[in-house]
């Protein structure tokens, strides 16, 4: 599986942005979808992830201002980003968790891209 992240940028604080990420290669064996976000000096957390039957997962912190959708037709996972402000400054990567039958589960990872939000 590859993924190819786009979007992202510079925002001022109550602004919005989107992030999209296409899947190529195994796409079938993809089971769900997500991003994360890394700010500085800090762990990589989830920020919202969509599994192949449309369950949505968000933290605590986006609930209400993030949303993430799947398009099929182009294998397509975007993150809308609306009333954004400086705690969600980081870089931000597409993960896609992928299992065949009964098998392990992997993950993979888009390159991130980075998203500033000014105050």
């Known amino acids: 599986v590859q993924l190819q992240a786009s979007g992202g940028g510079l925002v001022q604080a109550g602004g919005s942005l989107r992030l999209s990420c296409a899947a190529s290669?195994?796409?079938?064996?993809?089971?769900?979808m997500g991003w994360y976000r890394q700010a500085p000096g800090k762990q990589r957390d989830l920020v919202a992830s969509i599994t192949s039957a449309d369950s949505t997962n968000y933290a605590s912190s986006v609930k209400g201002r993030f949303t993430i959708a799947r398009d099929n037709r182009k294998n397509t996972v975007i993150l809308q980003m609306n009333s954004l402000t400086p705690e969600d400054t980081g870089v931000y990567y597409c993960?896609?968790?992928?299992?065949?039958?009964?098998?392990?589960?992997?993950?993979?990872w888009g390159q991130g891209t980075q998203v500033t939000v000014s105050s």
């Open positions: 290669g195994s796409i079938s064996n993809i089971i769900a």
């Open positions: 993960n896609a968790n992928s299992q065949t039958g009964w098998g392990p589960r992997y993950d993979y």
